[in-house]
């Protein structure tokens, strides 16, 4: 099934994502949240791909055992960096040998811990590269599925840090539909309005496929730190920011602070008919059960 199928009008999805664990404490404690999440009964879940390929088995291992344990479809994260044509092309076979319906196809950030990273090396320099691979993949007819994978792709509302020219920015991303993709998730935004200003330059643009929402509650005032370094350039409205120095260090103030943002923006999404609602879940399920809870969906 490809997410595609799974998106119709008027019926928003809701997904999750997950990062494999690196230790075995780690794998129990995801197993649980799996467990809890499931109970959301997500239309699918994703598993990230560390960066230069660092988690290539640990990403597969999780996505089967997820496709093996659970009804719900997982969708494997797959990276450019560090990777020949012939490793993605045998990371694809792998996944349809196990009937995986859907890739989401990106260009990855440089390995952190990897000075001499030259990306020139890597066989695909771009995602778009990735995306027009996948679908020569899907045509070279082995996978089970004859349309092959489905394919999600990337994307920036409030713009990616190596393209400041926006118009060029959108440009890249038409490509990258043109290319094959079929579904857009986006990455986290704290304010509606970025979200609901590219949608309508998506469409400007003649990008006409489903645009999934990331949406990703703050769980602790060291959080919003990282969440600033991951998602480079994200606006932090002032509203939610009064809201935390009202939390103050009180942990569970904090999180109530983001949860109660993270509903809010879900509610408004819903309201301007989201395609689908992505929760980067950090591996916990908390946050998102409570976002769940407050939409009334319990
Ligand atoms: C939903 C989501 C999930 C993610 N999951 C992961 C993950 O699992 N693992 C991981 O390592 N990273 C992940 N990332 C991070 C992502 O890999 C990085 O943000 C990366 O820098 C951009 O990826 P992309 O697929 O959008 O790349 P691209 O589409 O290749 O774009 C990258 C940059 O290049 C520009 N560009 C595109 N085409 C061209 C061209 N022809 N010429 C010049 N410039 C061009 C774009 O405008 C953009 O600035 C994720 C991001 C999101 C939003």
Known sequence: MHISD??????????FEFFPPKSPEASHALYETIKDLSECKPSFVSVTYGAGGTTRDLTHDLVLKIKETTDTPPVPHLTCVSHTKEEITSTLARYASVNIGNILALRGDPPANNSSYDRS????????????????????????????????????????????????????????????????CTQL??????????????????INIPIIAGIMPITSAKGIHRMAELAAGAHFPARLLKA?????????????????????QCAGLLDQGVAGIHFYTLNQSRATREVYSLLGMR
Not at 6 to 15: D, G, L, R, Y
Not at 244 to 264: C, F, M, P, T, Y
Request: aromatic fraction near 10%.
């Open 6 to 15: 799974i998106i119709k009008p008027e019926e928003p999805t809701f997904s």
């Open 121 to 184: 090396q890597d066989a695909f320099q771009q995602a778009v590269d990735l995306v027009r691979h996948i679908k020569s993949f899907n045509e070279s007819g082995n996978h089970p599925d004859s349309r092959g994978f489905g394919i999600g792709v990337a994307a920036f509302p409030e713009g990616h840090p190596d393209t400041p020219n926006r118009l060029l920015e959108m440009d890249y991303l038409k490509a990258k539909v043109d290319e094959g993709a079929d579904y857009i």
């Open 189 to 206: 935004f704290f304010d509606n309005h970025d979200f609901f200003d590219f949608r309508d330059r998506c469409q400007l643009a003649g």
């Open 244 to 264: 935390l120095k009202r939390a103050g260090n009180d942990k569970e103030s904090v999180q109530q602070v983001g949860i109660q943002h993270a509903a809010e």
